[in-house]
């Protein structure tokens, strides 16, 4: 969560000075990292968007989202922006978005197996090939 509100004022405050040039593709990033900041905030803290009558429920509807599925919509709408307008405004103000959305991929892979259980499963794995083997051998005899 802590995350996601850096994500939003970092889109926020780049989207505004994206916004201060001449550059229509550089106002449309702008324009579109600004709304990247309240969606940000609209699905990760509602309680900052208090003023906003459906905050609740559009992050009731967000946490029913699997982690992947989130991964996969803050990672689009990162993406987004950088797509319309490659300056370095855009890449800085929607890395910390786009960082968001990969914890959420990784938090979808989960936690990964330790080595000793590892090697217990192959262990078991290969003991019930052996004996596969035997009992096969054995009943050719």
């Not at 994500?7 to 550059?23: P, R, Y």
């Not at 900052?48 to 429920?57: D, G, H, K, P």
């Not at 950088?82 to 979808?108: E, H, K, Q």
């Amino acid at each position: 969560m802590l995350t996601s509100l850096w994500a939003s004022l970092a889109c926020a405050i780049s989207g505004l000075f994206n916004c201060i040039t001449v550059h229509p593709l550089n106002i449309a990033a702008g324009v579109w990292m600004i709304m990247n900041a309240f969606i940000l905030l609209l699905c990760e803290a509602p309680f900052c968007c208090q003023f906003v009558e459906f905050a609740n429920t559009v992050a009731e509807k967000v946490d029913r989202l699997r982690s992947w599925q989130k991964a996969v919509f803050y990672c689009g709408m990162a993406v987004v922006p950088v797509v319309i307008s490659l300056t370095l405004t855009t890449l800085l103000g929607n890395a910390i978005a786009f960082a968001t959305g990969v914890l959420y991929g990784l938090s979808a892979l989960g936690k990964k197996g330790d080595a000793i259980s590892y090697a217990r499963i192959q262990q078991q794995r290969q003991q019930a090939d052996e004996e596969k083997l035997t009992g096969s051998l054995e009943g050719e005899l």
